[in-house]
């Protein structure tokens, strides 16, 4: 590719994003892929003959993947800074890649196919896991290392970028499990006791045995591509600085900045990166507090526990396919997230999140108090669809912009880190929970009553989120990555670094 060393090529910028983006497909593919599999693989596992498949161990089996990304998140701080952005992104690959191999086929030399006993849930567990790992690395690296190439009138656009492919990853994840299954249907899972369920005679025997494998294995062609190409991708300009490989930096600069602005980049990255690492708290504690609240409050609005089980939300809704409900509500869930994408750099980060915290509470409130009274079954679906809107142009991409760029230079991997780890933790709580709560019985309310709490709890937390966001995070929209340094730095009554260059650059 020609590269004008004068004026920098966008070209070459949005050709390195987009592989970064891939990241965030597979991110979204892996974490959603759960939602058409997860009825065919609680069937086939409610045949062991050696433990009983209960409630609690079908909410653990589908959020498995969860404590990988916790795992992956927590030791990407540590990757990051010691392999680089681009190592990490390919061991992401490679473990998105095994994961993916593994749930298709877990008897894989140890186990006799078609035998659901406890080894096997184990076995399945683990390689879920190890996907996990891979998304937990590609949650972190991916927006940093986007935040980290872009100038920053783009930043929150291309970061936003990121967000748009977890989502599409997720849409894609839809219709592929809604073309695997076909003209077969999804088992029918019958209650015979507090949290113990059976497979009802009628149900089709071949998505119990081979239905979910598909869907987690079609993973393993976007994850191939994935890994190959990050090879061709270079390493994070400010990674190469903090290394002190000044000259790769300046090289990498100029193909997206042209020479000029790049050396002016480059002089702005370097001071603020004398000290190649710096203590986790030398900014003051709230930066860290605001990261990881950031994180906290995206997974406790309860978005991941509807676009995990959302075919099973919509079944007991009773208004037509769950499934083609399920692909309608990714359609709408990819719209809105391209308004975040082309106004985040006009709005601003805290105007998005705000009227999103909103938009989620009337959503979730619509459907608990659809719970309470008899209502047209359209009345929880648009509550549902509104509710998923309102996160998917707001807590969905604008967390993500948040934490890659709020982190001055010198923490930013290990914060980093901390934010998304705390993330993937709520993630897991909410996730694991959700089906036991949502299927919680208080008296003539039957289970009604876990529907109906499960979302007015939801609720209540995206308005404590709304007033998180107008009291305690900065607005960032136009400010370089260096300006964090300096935001914090006065926020903790410390001495600014004299920095006297636009905020244009990378």
């Known amino acids: 590719m020609f590269i004008d060393t004068e004026k920098g090529s966008r070209l070459y910028l949005f050709s390195i994003v987009l592989v970064a983006i891939l990241g965030g497909l597979l991110f979204g593919y892996d974490t959603a892929v759960i939602s058409g599999a997860e009825k065919g693989l609680q069937a086939y596992f409610l045949g ?18 969860l404590l990988g990304c ?4 927590a030791l990407s ?46 076995a399945f567990n683990i390689y879920r896991i190890i996907g996990g790992v891979g998304v937990g690395l590609a949650s972190a690296i991916c927006p940093m290392y986007i935040a980290e190439v872009s100038p920053s009138k783009l930043r929150g656009t291309l970061v936003s970028w990121n967000q748009f492919a977890i989502i599409f990853g997720q849409l894609v994840v839809y219709f592929v499990n809604f073309l695997i299954l076909g003209e077969h249907t999804n088992p029918i899972i019958e209650k015979i006791g507090h949290g113990v369920y059976s497979v009802a005679a009628e149900s089709d025997p071949w998505t119990i045995s081979m239905g979910w494998r598909y869907m987690f294995g079609s993973e393993s062609i976007v994850a191939a591509l994935f890994t190959i190409l990050v090879f061709f991708v270079p390493e994070s300009p400010r990674y190469l600085a ?14 997206i900045n042209g020479i000029k602005r790049a050396t002016e980049v480059l002089e ?16 003051g504690i709230m930066v860290i507090f605001v990261g990881v609240m950031l994180s906290v409050f995206q997974q406790a609005v309860g978005i991941n526990a509807v676009l995990y089980y959302a075919p099973r939300i919509f079944e007991s809704m009773h208004m037509g396919d769950p499934m083609v409900q399920t692909v309608i509500m990714g359609i709408v869930n990819i719209s809105f997230t391209l308004v975040a994408v082309f106004t985040v750099e006009k709005w601003g980060r805290k105007p998005l999140l705000i009227s999103g915290s909103i938009g989620m509470a009337i959503g979730a409130f619509i459907v608990a108090v659809s719970n309470l009274t008899v209502v047209p079954p359209i009345m929880p679906v648009l509550g549902i669809m509104i509710y998923s809107a309102s996160f998917m142009f707001s807590w ?74 107008a009291k305690l995070v900065p607005e960032t929209k136009g400010k370089t990555l260096e300006d964090m340094t300096n935001l914090w730095l006065k926020r903790d009554h410390k001495e600014p670094i004299q920095n006297e260059a636009e905020p244009q650059g990378v």
């Open 48 to 65: 062991a003959k050696d433990f009983v498949y209960t409630d609690y161990i079908h909410g653990i089996t589908s959020s498995s993947a």
């Open 70 to 73: 916790i795992l992956g998140s």
């Open 77 to 122: 701080g540590w990757f990051a800074t010691s392999l680089g952005r681009k190592k990490t992104l390919i061991i992401a690959g490679f473990f998105f890649f095994i994961s993916a191999l593994g749930s298709y086929y877990p008897e894989f030399l140890f186990f006799e196919k078609g035998n659901p006993d406890f080894s096997l849930l184990i």
């Open 242 to 255: 903090l290394k002190g490989n000044d000259q790769k930096a300046l090289m990498v600069l100029t193909r």
């Open 268 to 283: 702005e990255i370097k001071a603020t990166t004398n000290e190649k690492t710096a203590r986790l708290f030398s900014f």
């Open 396 to 469: 969905g991409p604008i967390c993500w912009v948040l934490i890659s760029e709020i982190f001055p230079n010198t923490i930013r991997g290990a914060a980093v880190a901390i934010a998304v780890a705390f993330q993937w933790i709520f993630n897991f709580i909410v996730s694991s929970t959700f089906v036991p709560m949502y299927n919680l019985e208080w008296g003539e309310m039957g289970d009604k009553f876990g529907h109906m709490f499960a979302y007015a709890l939801y609720g209540a937390i995206c308005i404590i989120a709304a007033w998180f966001v």
